[in-house]
């Protein structure tokens, strides 16, 4: 294997966590920027790579030939069992691997998709409404159940004392709770775990606001 690229977007919370996981793992990557603003993944060209036109893409080129792998769990899935010299994103035991996993598809099904972009287009164009109050309705009902079940597994990070899966779905959903005027106070399990890994290069890294197709501040 070699040539890691990902396909992904600066503020794109599923992208967002595969680079806290490839970050996590020391693996090297190139970026590359669709732009979900400007449409970019509505092209044929990219639906043809990505069915569901949607970010992020993992590539990678083998003696096969080229390789590639769409929605960021199965990503992060894929690095923990291809990378298996690396640190973890799965916490030893069954019962912990099933718990980051679960705290990782509440975000990832319970409540980012009803934020995704083409998500609120339709329901501000399709069906007239309010797509800012649509989106904080959704993830403050999803962030309250996160923080009722982190109450009982979080440590230092979401499942104990070790990052997991769990850690890189909590940090991109808590910058877009903000982004949509979620007032994150109620939720102080999340703030201190979200804390504790803005602490790791890893993390920081990966921070929407330090990405390559990142815009330059306003003014």
């Known amino acids: 294997m070699s040539g890691l690229a990902l396909y992904g977007y600066w503020r794109s919370s599923c992208s967002w966590r595969v680079r806290i996981g490839l970050n996590w793992k020391g693996l090297a990557y190139a970026q590359r920027s669709v732009h979900l603003g400007q449409g970019e993944q509505n092209a044929p060209a990219w639906q043809q790579q990505s069915p569901l036109r949607t970010v992020p893409m993992l590539q990678w080129e083998t003696p096969a030939g080229t390789r590639r792998l769409t929605q960021s769990l199965a990503i992060l899935e894929y690095l923990e069992e291809a990378f298996p010299g690396t640190p973890r994103l799965l916490p030893e035991g069954a019962e912990a691997?099933?718990?980051?996993?679960?705290?990782?598809?509440m975000i990832n099904s319970g409540i980012q998709p009803l934020q995704n972009l083409s998500v609120l287009q339709h329901v501000k164009s399709t069906c007239t409404g309010n797509e800012k109050a649509w989106a904080a309705h959704w993830i403050a009902r999803g962030m309250a159940g996160v923080e009722q079940v982190l109450a009982s597994t979080a440590g230092t990070y979401s499942v104990g004392n070790t990052v997991t899966l769990a850690d890189a779905c909590l940090v991109p959903q808590m910058y877009g709770?903000?982004?949509?005027?979620?007032?994150?106070?109620?939720?102080?399990?999340?703030l201190r775990v979200e804390a504790a890994c803005a602490a790791l290069p890893a993390f920081a890294a990966a921070h929407a606001d330090r990405q390559p197709d990142t815009p330059p501040p306003a003014g």
């Open 177 to 190: 709770a903000r982004r949509f005027g979620v007032d994150v106070v109620a939720f102080p399990t999340c």
């Open 97 to 105: 691997r099933a718990t980051a996993r679960q705290l990782a598809e």
